[in-house]
């Protein structure tokens, strides 16, 4: 297998997944992790080459009046009030969309490329694949070679700093059929999924200028998901995100107070108080916080003291797949119409782990954040004055409510 | 008129706007505000008994079992990880919704009371009103009499605080006509409003336990928006809003650092630039801030120093009616479908003022933040992963585009 800078396959991944990396026509990274067997003991190979006459990525381009103009680059500026860096990328614009009232395009850009079609939106190079990751056609977020990350100012004026969003936006696809639920695949699959979370956040971990990386799986057209293909991000802000920051002013705090570590602490309380969990494992317990800002939230925590999701070991790396597998069984079960049938939950995933140089790192703790807007079966939670404008969340439920319906779905243990 | 313990009417509205408080059936405070000269000249009376026979709304409930219960208040929670207070209201789960696909109602409660209907969920004791106010039936946060604010524990463990959400939550309804649109108002009865919220943000300042006065607008479907009849709400917190806090911390530490005031000399600072200027008149500035997040987002700040909505003077209030009703006209021509119509904008108007008792106050000012979630006449912006997750908003445009748009729609000088 490849040789990578800083990931390193456990014993399972070693003789299970098979890392496969390629560059995109454009010149983007990309990866096969393939779990399939013909792939693992090389009886069969990939293919390789992008067969798209697709033009560098940051090739000069030419502008309305037919001019050719530098590539434009997405910047970021600091919003003065705040303080939050906000990226700014016109070219996302243009992004093809496939599902939803807003569709553009009919073609799954996500999907394998099919024998002889020329179909350019198709980032897969092979006709198949397992699971694959790969840059952002369309970044927020992206590091141009030769460009200047410095810090300038808008219209020349300190109060507002600008440069260039100089992170990294990673796509990866769960599986190739474009039908299937993740809550629908197989353990073993998302096993794979898991794997992919470890080895991006090894490697981008290196990457200069990289302060915080954040996989995330948006599902569900109700949450404005353009593509339905099975498939997550790996957001890598330049910065520190403002949620993020929070929550490690608040984990430094207590470890200055206490000596303690705050998401561990609060995960203990959880298990001592009992009436939120709503799942548990060898290796990972699932809550409804005791604070639950959305109609239907679960933490998900290693029992282990970890920091980023490249530090769990094998059975760790298991144990999550299977939970996760639960978790969004129980998800789609958790809202009925009368039918006792549940409905495909529309959902966010977002992994909170230590940022990567930040000196709080170690007083962090790694936790799964998942969470949906929808409040009933017919009904979506939006996020209007109180939320947007002032970041108030209101609940119109409560962590207690919550958890209840879980333990109708399901026994709080999980292990086989 | 009727006596208030803070509120002083300037000239205008002590001649042209008459206040009449009365009490609706479940005990709720309910105010006319009437610009109607037979009302305002004493020629018509207000009808003020409220015919519905709505039990206390503090009363003991039944339970499942058919158990009489206390009346389950709103409680609040704060998160332990970020510090936010989360308010609990599961009453409000219940509440009507008459507007889009979860509509669980066909009557208006907005709407004026008909002559002999005894249909409960009419909240205006009159068959007709201009401008009325009154507090939600269904509120995430309110005061009840006699019931303990201390802090306690959930489960025990101090790292769960949890208190009673004693805020208020106040509707204002703009219009009778439930089919009108704000944008469409008549300047005189948008003035109305802005009383409105000067008188209840003056009254409400001496409210025990209210830290922070929160007018804003909801519009649109697309955002949720449950009942179409135009109005807004006022929401008061017993805390500092999280995305306040953060706006305090700054002007603060800019105050420290400079001795002068952040908002003013970001307002300065765009009326320097000049590019993203969209509008102004003799007390007011619009602009798209340097740093915007939105698709569509616009900032008005006063230009004489104003802490609070009921700081401002009468002729600041006609001009920010004015400023108020040309903004909805223009966000509705925003964005085109092609027929050159424009189209009705869902947006949010957030009214941000200095907190009543925090002692940074003095170096904030007050504004109005303006925005839209519509980033393109088929296209909503939705808060996924990073936004929802990481509170890391991505934006895709920039302010400078916004505001092009905006003087392709009008002059900036809008004085008449």
Redesign the interface.
């Given at each position: 297998m490849a040789e990578f800078a800083n990931y390193v396959p456990g014993p399972y991944a070693a003789e299970h997944i098979r890392i496969t990396p390629t560059t995109l026509a454009d010149g983007r990274d990309f990866f096969y992790l393939d779990d399939d067997p013909e792939y693992v003991s090389g009886a069969k190979t990939r293919e390789l080459e992008d067969p798209r006459p697709l033009a560098y990525r940051f090739a000069n381009q030419l502008n309305a009046a037919g001019e050719e103009v530098p590539y434009a680059a997405p910047e970021m500026?600091?919003?003065?009030?705040?303080?939050?860096?906000?990226?700014?990328?016109?070219a996302?614009?243009n992004r093809p969309?496939t599902a939803g009232?807003?569709a553009t395009a009919t073609g799954n850009p996500l999907a394998a490329r099919k024998p002889g079609d020329p179909y350019q939106d198709n980032e897969v190079p092979d006709t198949d694949y397992n699971v694959v990751v790969f840059e952002n056609r369309f970044p927020?977020m992206v590091r141009v070679p030769g460009r200047s990350e410095a810090v300038d100012y808008?219209?020349g004026?300190p109060?507002?700093e600008r440069r260039l969003a100089a992170g990294r936006c990673e796509v990866i696809c769960f599986d190739p059929d474009e039908n299937g639920l993740p809550a629908d695949l197989p353990v073993r699959r998302l096993r794979t999924v898991v794997e992919a979370w470890a080895f991006r956040t090894a490697e981008i971990s290196t990457m200069e200028g990289i302060e915080q990386i954040?996989p995330?799986?948006?599902h569900g057209q109700e949450?404005?998901?353009s593509l339905a293909h099975p498939h997550g991000?790996v957001?890598c802000?330049p910065f520190i995100?403002?949620?993020?920051e929070?929550?490690l002013?608040?984990?430094e705090a207590?470890f200055e107070r206490t000596g303690g570590n705050?998401?561990k602490?609060?995960m203990n309380?959880e298990i001592?108080?009992g009436?939120r969990v709503v799942m548990r494992n060898h290796s990972w317990v699932a809550y409804v916080?005791?604070?639950?800002?959305w109609p239907l939230e679960v933490h998900v925590a290693p029992v282990r003291d970890v920091l980023t999701l490249d530090q769990l070991d094998d059975q760790e790396r298991w144990d999550l797949a299977q939970m996760y597998s639960t978790l969004l069984k129980r998800g789609n079960a958790f809202f009925d119409k009368g039918d006792g049938k549940g409905m495909d939950l529309p959902y966010?995933a977002?992994w909170h782990q230590a940022p990567i140089h930040d000196a709080r790192r170690e007083h962090y703790r790694l936790n799964l954040?998942f969470?949906s807007f929808r409040?009933?079966a017919?009904?979506?939670?939006?996020?209007?004055?109180?939320e947007?404008?002032?970041?108030?969340?209101?609940?119109?439920?409560?962590p207690e409510?919550i958890a209840r319906r879980f333990h109708e779905l399901g026994p709080i243990d999980i292990d086989d």
């Open positions: 500026r600091r919003d003065p009030l705040t303080g939050d860096w906000i990226p700014m990328a016109t996302r614009m969309i009232p807003g927020s808008v219209d004026n109060l507002w954040f995330f799986e948006n949450i404005g998901v991000q957001y802000y995100a403002p949620k993020m929070s929550e002013k608040h984990t207590y705050l998401l602490d609060i309380a001592e108080a009436e916080p005791a604070a639950a800002r966010i977002a954040q969470f409040r009933a017919n009904k979506i939670k939006y996020l209007a004055g109180s947007s404008g002032m970041a108030a969340w209101i609940s119109d439920t409560t409510l």
